[in-house]
Every structure is written in C-alpha cells, then in structure tokens.
C-alpha cells in the first residue's frame, strides 16, 4: 500500500463561530416587492407578502431559484404580516385592521371583508375559519374569515404584535410582557404567561415549545407542555433585533432584522445553538419554511428565498479562539494526537468529514488512520477526563480544529 501524505493546518473553526456573509445558506432567488417586505405566509406553489405601503404581493415560487409576482392588492394602512387559511389571505394593515382577500385567483386578489380595528393590527395567524389578530393596543382579537366579525378578545399588557395558534391555544407576543397563552375556546382569560427579559416580537409553536424573537436580540424557548406554566428552557443570542420566527423540523428560522436569517438548532431545547445564517440585504422581519426553502421577508430588498444546506465544517477568516492548541502529526499512516507540546492521556478528539459528520474517535497518541478515503478531514478535540477520572463535562465555547488532507 502506498503511504498516503497529509497536510495539517490549524486554526480552523466549528460551524457557526466565524462571522461572514453566511455559512450553510444559500442564496437561491429573489423577487422586489416594490414595498419593505414586512411579513410572508407560503401556500402551494405562492408566496404573499406584506409589503408595507403597497399591500399584499402575490408570488410564485413554483420554481424557487426565479419567483415572480403574478398579483397583489392594494390595501389600505400599511401591511405588516400576513397569513393564508384555504382560499383567503389575511392581512395585518396596522391603523386599517384586519383585510380578507380572497385569493382563488392568484393572479387577481379581490378584497372580501375587514375588520376595522382600534390601535394597529400588527400580526396576524388562521386557524380554521377564524383569523386571530395581534393588536398594539388591545391584545388578541378572535375574527371570523371571511365574516370579519369579531367572535372573542384578550387585552394584554403592552404592544401584541406577533401570534401564534395551536391546538387549543393561541400564543401572543406581547412586547416587554413577554408571551401569553390564551385558549381559543374562552379567550377573555389568559391561561399562562411568561415574562421574557426581552421584547418579544413575535412567536412560533411547535409540539410542547414556542419559540419566541426576542427584540433585545435572539431566540427563547419556552416550554409550554403546560399551558397555565410556560417557562423558559433555552435561549441563543442573536446579533440584532429579531422580529419574525418559524420552526421546522429540528430548527428555527429568526428574522433577524439587519443581521438578516439566523438558523438555530433547537434539537436540544434547553441549548439551542446556532447553525446558519445568510446576512440580510435589507432588513429581515418575517420569515416562513416550505420544504428545502426559507422565504425572507426581508424590507427593502424584497423576498429572499434562502436554502439551509446543512452543518459542516467552514475556515475561519478571523483570527484563531485562544485556546489549547491541538497537535495533530501524521507519520506512515499513523495520526498522532497531542496537545501542545506534551501528550495527555486524558485528550480525546473526533475526526470529522467535510460535512461534519464523525468518521473516527482519536485518543491521544497514535490513531490508525491508513484506512481513510483520500479528502479533508476535520480533527475536533471533545470531552477529556478530569485528574479524578470523572468525564468532564462538554465545552459550549468555540472550539479550534485541524485541517487534515488525505492524498494517495
């Protein structure tokens, strides 16, 4: 067998430490919406956006990579979110309330009811036939669709401006009040609350968790498996203020104002950990999933449509996080591990692929690697042992690793 050659360098970064314009997201197309885009809902192969001054577009992204507007209304106030329930877009129009447009016709939206709303409708969810409405001055508001007849209120604390429906419940994103759960079936009393340290902005539910954009910038989960006790479980910071959040599969997309689409693992919801992002044009401040894509509400710079390709590994353009330094030297096949300029038998490390998936555990010292692939490798240093022989525990900070190209 012929020997293989290696090179190593170091100071190389885990996923979602370095800073850049994006990391595991894509750019896949974009459409202007002439107005800021403000809120996005996704229904088969159409976006509709809110889109500030000049209403509801109607998009197609039945081919992603090129949408294109094919409709919109014209609706009165400014038009903030956006949600799609069979054949009727509602809209959030702030100082003009709630608009029913019917959509049935993509290509020619027809305005068939409002709700004509003290204070501004700034979020909207559906449910059913009914609409349920955030309101800056007077809660969550119940709207028949497409009656537009109020059927039930909650008045919150400060300004509502995002919600959330599911199940039995509604979920309010009540500005520096945090988060209130109210049952649908009796919304005139709040079943939970819980106060955020941050402005929540707006909020999304999926099985026992909502998922809150906190406007002082990030993400918080909130167990909500009994709805009369929500409590924060995990939070991940963000550098902007967010505004709009949805959740798919084991992640949640943040609209992240200017600092544009943050990815969040919430695989563990007591540690969600960032994993993407792609770097606003404009500003980000809605956001929803469908399949493989993303669709960003991103003001001025219109929709985004954005692709997460998955976690990796990406090469740090910054300079090295302080740390130990981990020595990896290869030698007829051998990889040896070592920390420094002294071996630790307590040193462990994982070798990853290029997709950062682990395809071998090192120990320190010599580690039989001639039956790799040729290609890049990735050697992250993980958990040792602590001078009592108990494991310690495993390390949130930012990791350095070493580059490792397999030649035959």
Request: aromatic share 8%; net charge negative; hydrophobic share 40%.
């Amino acid at each position: 067998m012929r020997a293989m050659q290696f090179a190593v360098s170091l100071c190389l970064l885990l996923v979602g430490i370095a800073p850049a314009d994006s990391l595991n997201v894509r750019l896949v197309g974009s459409c202007d919406t002439r107005g800021s885009a403000m809120g996005v809902d996704v229904s088969g192969s159409y976006a509709y956006v809110a889109a500030s001054a000049y209403g509801l577009r109607v998009i197609s992204i039945s081919d992603p990579t090129n949408p294109v507007e094919v409709g919109y209304y014209d609706t009165p106030g400014t038009a903030y979110g956006v949600a799609v329930t069979g054949d009727y877009a509602c809209v959030a129009a702030a100082s003009a309330g709630l608009r029913i447009i019917s959509i049935s016709d993509p290509a020619h939206p027809t305005e068939v009811g409002f709700y004509d709303s003290l204070g501004s409708v700034l979020g909207v969810a559906v449910s059913g036939s009914f609409a349920y409405i955030a309101n800056d001055l007077y809660g969550l508001r119940v709207i028949s669709v497409p009656g537009a007849t109020e059927v039930g209120h909650c008045d919150t604390l400060r300004q509502a401006s995002g919600v959330a429906v599911s199940g039995s419940y509604a979920y309010v994103a009540d500005g520096d009040s945090g988060l209130w759960v109210v049952s649908v079936s009796n919304p005139e009393d709040p079943v939970g609350h819980c106060d955020t340290p941050g402005e929540a902005n707006g909020v999304a539910v999926s099985g026992n968790y909502a998922y809150v954009a906190d406007g002082s910038g990030g993400l918080r989960v909130i167990s909500v498996s009994n709805p009369a006790h929500p409590v924060e479980v995990g939070y991940c910071g963000a550098p902007a203020d967010a505004y709009g959040v949805a959740k798919s599969g084991t992640n949640a997309y943040l609209a992240d104002g200017s600092a544009g689409l943050r990815i969040i693992s919430v695989s563990n919801p007591a540690f969600p950990g960032e994993v993407g992002y792609y770097d606003a044009l404009g500003v980000a401040h809605g956001v929803a999933v469908s399949g493989d894509y993303a669709y960003v509400a991103d003001g001025s710079a219109g929709l985004q449509v954005l692709q997460f390709y998955g976690e990796g590994v990406e090469e740090s353009p910054e300079p090295c996080v302080q740390s130990r330094k981990l020595a990896a030297t290869v030698v007829r096949g051998m990889l040896r591990l070592g920390v420094g300029s002294r071996q630790q038998t307590g040193d462990r490390a994982e070798l990853l692929d290029a997709a950062g998936r682990k395809v071998l555990d090192l120990r320190s010292g010599a580690n039989d690697v001639r039956a790799l692939a040729p290609g890049v490798y990735f050697c992250r240093p993980t958990a040792g042992f602590a001078s009592s022989g108990e494991p310690q525990a495993a390390s949130h900070k930012p990791q350095t690793v070493s580059k490792v190209i397999v030649t035959r």
